[in-house]
C-alpha cells in the first residue's frame, strides 16, 4: 500500500458542529502532517506528529485538536469553527530515520463552514 | 531559515513546447529540494526531488530539474507540454530541523492546444 487516504471527502459543517477528519497510512511512515490549503495558495503546516507524538504545533487555534491514535492513523478534530476555516485540508506522511523528508499527500478533505 | 521563491505565478505554454517553471531557493545549509504538482481538487504529488548526489534529477511524467549551486536554483523542465500537464506546481525545501516542508507561492501552468 503505497498511498495516504483520508475521509470524509467533502465536509460541511456549522459553526457549533463537532466533526473529525481522518488520515490512514499504511507505509510504516513515522511521521504525519495536517496542513491547511486555501484557494490558489501553498499548503500551512498546521501540526506534526513524529512517532506518534506531537512535534509541531504551528499556532494552529484551539478549536482545531489532532489526534495520532497509532502509526498509522491521524485524526483531526474539529469544534466551533468560523467560516474563515473553510479551506482544504490535507494529510502528509514522511518516512522514518535521517534522510531528505519528502512528504506523500492524501487527496484531502475539502471542508466548508457555514 | 530555508525558503524558495517562485518566478511567475502563471505560465502558459503550447502544447509540445518547452515547459520551465522557475524555483531559487535560500539555505545556509546544502537543501533539500522536491517539486510537487496538485491538480484541481486533489492532493499534491511528488514529482522529483534533490538530495545529495546527480545534481539533475528525473522525476514522474517527464520532467525533471537541475540543482545549481551557484545560482541557488531549482528549476523545473519538461522538453514537451502534454494539456495533462496543465495544474499547480511548488516547489519546497526541506527543513530539516522541523521535519517540515516549506513550499513556494506555487505556479500555474497553463498548456494552450
Known sequence: ?114 | AQSVTQLGSHVSVSEGALVLLRCNYSSSVPPYLFWYVQYPNQGLQLLLKYTTGATLVKGINGFEAEFKKSETSFHLTKPSAHMSDAAEYFCAVSDTGRRALTFGSGTRLQVQP
Request: proline share 9%; aromatic share 10%; with cysteine.
Open chain 1, 1 to 114: 500500500d503505497t498511498e495516504v487516504t483520508q475521509t470524509p471527502k467533502h465536509l460541511v459543517m456549522g459553526m457549533t458542529n463537532k466533526k473529525s477528519l481522518k488520515c490512514e497510512q499504511h507505509m510504516g511512515h513515522r511521521a504525519m502532517y495536517w496542513y491547511k490549503q486555501k484557494a490558489k495558495k501553498p499548503p500551512e503546516l498546521m501540526f506534526v506528529y513524529s512517532y506518534e507524538k506531537l512535534s509541531i504545533n504551528e499556532s494552529v487555534p484551539s478549536r482545531f485538536s489532532p489526534e495520532c491514535p497509532n502509526s498509522s492513523l491521524l485524526n483531526l478534530h474539529l469544534h466551533a469553527l468560523q467560516p474563515e476555516d473553510s479551506a482544504l485540508y490535507l494529510c502528509a506522511s514522511s518516512p522514518p530515520g535521517q534522510g531528505s523528508y519528502e512528504q506523500y499527500f492524501g487527496p484531502g478533505t475539502r471542508l466548508t463552514v457555514t
